[in-house]
Nanobody
């Protein structure tokens, strides 16, 4: 079993920054995808960014490209999402997700392909 723990969510004003963290525990293979998703009330859960551990490649949704950046700390088994120039539209519950499989094309994975999920961390951006 893989366990994911998110942290870093907070309330900020538009234009501010936050860094979300996702710590992973219990994984046994080095080839996997990890992703950040978000869900606002009344909306579908949507992919924000993803990471493939096989080659350290990253993907960003068009809505956050240029503002959000992924990074990782392998020693801490932690994936970070640096969020800059935050907008009210970024307000949502943010979830970290994990799934095994080197054959996966991580940017093409949706919520049904990810096997493990964290509990979420709330990000609120005021205008």
């Amino acid at each position: 079993q893989v366990q994911l723990v998110e942290s870093g969510g907070d309330s900020v004003q538009a234009g501010g920054s936050l860094r979300l963290s996702c710590a992973a525990y219990g994984y046994t293979y080095s080839s996997y995808c990890m992703g950040w998703f978000r869900q606002a009330p009344g909306k579908e859960r949507e992919a924000v960014a993803s990471f493939y551990a096989g080659d350290d490649s990253t993907f960003y949704a068009d809505s956050v490209k240029g503002r959000f950046t992924l990074s990782q700390d392998n020693a801490k088994n932690t994936l970070y999402l640096q969020m800059n120039s935050l907008e009210p539209e970024d307000t949502a519950m943010y979830y970290c997700a994990f799934t095994y499989g080197g054959s996966w094309y991580c940017p093409g994975l949706g919520i049904y392909e990810y096997k493990y999920w964290g509990q979420g961390t709330q990000v609120t951006v005021s205008s």
